[in-house]
């Protein structure tokens, strides 16, 4: 007797849960999105994950690189070739501008000329000595 | 590319829908995803059929496994943000579409009972009453013993109708 009724409770129970789950699987379904065709739909993919995602911005990037490489081999073979004894001369009068400007002073900070104290007169002091021996 | 899979993908596509919301505890957006990525795998050959239980039944397994998959990404990720922030105000709440998902107090009701049972007895509740699988097929999906299984199915079912008569009370 007490297991016909819970027998009888758990099939009520198992219903009610299926009314409940199949009414929820009913409203789902409506917001389910469109089944798109995951390979061929381009937006899937855009959506889709990172690996997706990358293999999309693969092709601008691989463009980018090959821009940047193009641009680095035509500036070094559009570089004009310097003649080295030019280069050595110019180096050479860039170090004396240098040297000339550190050597350079202007007037205003020039030491101010002061009086040359009096010599001591060596030769007049060994004379003065003797007189007075 | 089979013609026949891209049939039966979109046969079932209602019912993968349904099952990869609850994989993602409703949250519409990774759902999306997680569901895009299991076909992704099943049309490029990632994820292949090899005949042990019906190809629906496969197919609910390879997008458990997709969101699985993903929720650990996404627990990772903000592990990364909590220590870069010391802080989980940036932190979304699992359940935070929810709100957007649900349009009837009902359904709503539902999902969070559900949401507040253990992985496990949520899986094998909605496999059987949402999707109406058996026991069985459901312990395929989930990759589980059919005794583990029923365990589930009964306590997950008793703490269910408790949660629900306490929430309607």
């Known amino acids: 007797?007490?297991?016909?009724?819970?027998?009888?409770?758990?099939?009520?129970?198992?219903?009610?849960?299926?009314?409940?789950?199949?009414?929820?699987?009913?409203?789902?379904?409506?917001?389910?999105?469109a089944f798109r065709h995951p390979v061929l739909d381009k937006t899937a993919l855009a959506s889709g994950s990172k690996r997706d995602q990358r293999s999309a911005f693969g092709l601008p990037r691989l463009a980018a690189a090959a821009a940047i490489v193009g641009l680095g081999v035509f500036l070094v073979i559009d570089t004009p070739q310097e003649d080295p004894a030019a280069v050595y001369a110019g180096i050479m009068q860039h170090q004396q501008m240098q040297t000339d400007w550190l050597l350079s002073v202007s007037d205003t900070v020039l030491p101010a000329q002061q009086p040359v104290p009096t010599l001591y007169d060596i030769d007049a002091a060994i004379d003065a000595n003797q007189d007075f021996e | 590319m089979a013609p026949g899979l891209i049939h039966l993908l979109e046969s079932h596509h209602s019912d993968s829908w349904g099952w990869a919301l609850a994989c993602c505890q409703w949250q519409h957006h990774q759902a999306e995803e997680a569901l895009q990525e299991a076909y992704l795998r099943v049309l490029d050959g990632r994820a292949r059929f090899r005949g042990a239980a019906s190809e629906r039944t496969w197919f609910?397994?390879?997008?458990?496994?997709?969101?699985?998959?993903?929720?650990?990404?996404?627990s990772r990720q903000r592990w990364r943000l909590f220590e870069f922030t010391a802080a989980n105000e940036a932190i979304s709440e699992p359940d935070a579409d929810l709100e957007t998902v649900a349009s009837d107090?009902?359904?709503?009701?539902?999902?969070?009972?559900?949401?507040?049972?253990?992985?496990?007895?949520?899986?094998?509740?909605?496999?059987?009453?949402?999707?109406?699988?058996?026991?069985?097929?459901?312990?395929?999906?989930?990759?589980?013993?059919?005794?583990?299984?029923?365990?589930?199915?009964?306590?997950?079912?008793?703490?269910?109708?408790?949660?629900?008569?306490i929430e309607n009370e």
């Open chain 1, 1 to 33: 007797m007490s297991e016909d009724h819970d027998h009888s409770t758990q099939s009520q129970l198992d219903t009610r849960l299926r009314q409940r789950f199949g009414a929820l699987r009913e409203s789902e379904a409506l917001s389910a999105p």
């Open chain 2, 105 to 165: 107090q009902a359904h709503q009701q539902l999902r969070q009972a559900l949401c507040q049972l253990p992985e496990r007895q949520r899986d094998v509740l909605h496999l059987v009453f949402y999707t109406e699988l058996s026991i069985e097929e459901a312990a395929g999906v989930l990759h589980i013993s059919l005794g583990s299984a029923r365990t589930h199915y009964q306590r997950g079912k008793a703490r269910l109708a408790s949660l629900l008569e």
């Open chain 2, 60 to 74: 609910f397994g390879v997008i458990k496994l997709v969101a699985l998959e993903q929720a650990r990404k996404a």
